[in-house]
């Protein structure tokens, strides 16, 4: 059962267009080593705040707060998560969900309004960042991106293009993935607090990073850049 959750008040970045509240739920399946939720992940947060707290607040907070955001993590390792988002969707909130992508099944039993599902890599990759070495991954991640294409649910795909995770050759792979998707959100690597403390402090060069921008572009992807001058 979810009992708690890092919780963002307010945010006008985790909910595009909207003005909206955040949860970071706690626990992962994959180990990302530059991901910069490492006690989320590990579940070693102490900053957590409880589910009947926050779901308080968003009820004093209706009318004035239009979305939820719940994030992790990954939030769809927990399997009341539509016990959680059904109470939230009650209050007339639009709700998005970020996901991993290893859940297909799962995404759209909870009816969210809009998905954002991070890309980490190829899905023949993807193996390599998760603790067990699941074999299975690659056909759970090309079945969640075509259900999410699918869907007719606002959506947005996101890379971190990070060193040694991607590359250049990765994301032309991508983009034959993601043909007809509603956006492609590419994000600049940006060290510092990692899962993996050991991992690189490099990062791609901006006129690497816009060659891999303009691989997007070529694929008639709608495209925007984050972390990237």
């Known amino acids: ?7 963002i008040k307010t945010t006008l970045v985790n909910y595009p267009g909207k003005v909206a509240a955040a949860l970071f739920l706690p626990g992962c399946d994959l180990r990302c080593p530059y991901c910069h939720n490492p ?6 947060a102490d900053d957590l705040v ?42 007339d909130y639009l709700v998005k969900i970020d996901t991993n992508g290893t859940f297909p099944d799962r995404i759209l039993e909870l009816e969210p309004d809009f998905i954002a599902m991070d890309i980490k890599t190829v899905p023949e990759k993807y193996p390599l960042l998760s603790p067990s070495r699941d074999a299975t991954l690659p056909e759970k991640i090309k079945a969640s991106i ?24 990765d ?5 034959q993935l993601l043909s007809g998707a509603q956006c492609y959100v590419l994000a600049g690597y940006v060290p510092g607090h990692t ?5 690189t402090q490099d ?3 901006n006129h690497q990073l816009h060659q891999m921008a303009d691989i997007v572009r070529s694929a008639g992807i709608p495209l925007k850049l984050r972390n990237m001058d």
């Not at 059962?1 to 919780?7: D, L, N, P, R």
């Not at 994301?171 to 983009?175: D, E, K, L, V, Y």
């Open 146 to 169: 075509e259900i999410i294409k699918k869907s007719g649910i606002e959506h947005e795909f996101r890379t971190t293009v990070a060193p040694g995770v991607v590359d250049r050759e």
């Open 195 to 199: 899962l993996d403390p050991n991992f």
């Open 50 to 91: 409880g589910i009947d707290e926050i779901l308080a607040y968003l009820k004093k907070r209706q009318g004035l707060l239009q979305g939820v955001c719940i994030s992790g993590g990954e939030p769809l390792v927990h399997d009341d998560l539509g016990e959680l988002v059904k109470a939230i969707k009650g209050m």
């Open 39 to 44: 006690e989320l992940v590990l579940g070693t």
């Open 1 to 7: 059962m979810i009992k708690s959750a890092g919780f």
């Open 203 to 205: 990062t791609y060069t």
């Open 171 to 175: 994301i032309q792979n991508i983009c």
